[in-house]
């Protein structure tokens, strides 16, 4: 069973903290994404990634920075967290079929 | 347009119901891929199809490429049912999302 943890779970942090959500993959897939859900919306794209070393802009990139240091590993980085940036975050490897993380709840207050 | 359109954006049905959710795409997708969201927030895989039927159960699923949509069947809805729905598809190298179908089943 392909697995995806992602880390934490839940976090609370500050106006103008710095935050990062960790994702690991356990699939060895070269695709790895990162989506952010509001109430009563579906899935927006951030960052995704292609394998090691890259990175790219999905949708809603802005006040987001990403990091891909290995196949199993990609990190989304807020550099200076913003209340507007409450939300649950999902993390997925995908090789063809998508497979997604539990999620993760952010407040920043 | 948008890449996926689906519909309805809400369904509401009483148990042992059947209904269907549709995804519409504009452009040829090479598969399509069906999400249930709990209770909890937890996607959860229902279908990956890359052409043609996919049973589960009282759910069965459909994508027709060519005609460039899929459905989503519910038989017999249960109470445990209940929750959004969503169709992925990729293209371009980016994987694309319905909006979502809120279910509620009533008893």
């Known amino acids: 069973e392909a697995a995806v943890t992602q880390s934490p779970r839940n976090k609370v942090a500050v106006t103008g903290g710095k935050v990062t959500l960790s994702c690991n993959q356990t699939n060895n897939h070269n695709n790895m994404y990162w989506y952010r859900q509001d109430t009563g919306h579906g899935l927006r794209l951030i960052h995704y990634?292609?394998?090691?070393?890259?990175?790219e802009k999905g949708d809603i990139p802005d006040g987001y920075k990403a990091s891909r240091p290995s196949q199993e590993n990609f990190s989304l980085i807020l550099e200076l967290a913003t209340p507007s940036q409450t939300s649950v975050y999902f993390c997925a490897s995908e090789a063809g079929q998508l497979y997604f993380g539990e999620g993760s709840k952010l407040t920043v207050l | 347009g948008m890449p996926v359109e689906q519909n309805p954006p809400a369904l509401s049905l009483y148990e042992g119901a059947d209904s269907g959710l549709r995804c519409n795409f504009s452009?040829?997708?090479?598969?399509v891929q069906w999400f249930q969201q709990n209770h909890r927030g937890r996607l959860i895989t229902l279908f990956y199809l890359a052409q043609g039927t996919k049973e589960n159960g009282r759910l069965k699923s459909t994508f027709n490429s060519k005609e460039r949509y899929s459905t989503l069947h519910i038989k017999d809805a249960q109470l445990e049912d209940s929750g959004t729905y969503f169709c992925a598809a990729p293209n371009n190298n980016r994987i694309f999302f319905g909006d979502g179908t809120q279910l509620v089943v009533k008893p």
């Open positions: 452009t040829t997708m090479k598969s």
């Open positions: 990634s292609y394998g090691a070393g890259s990175t």
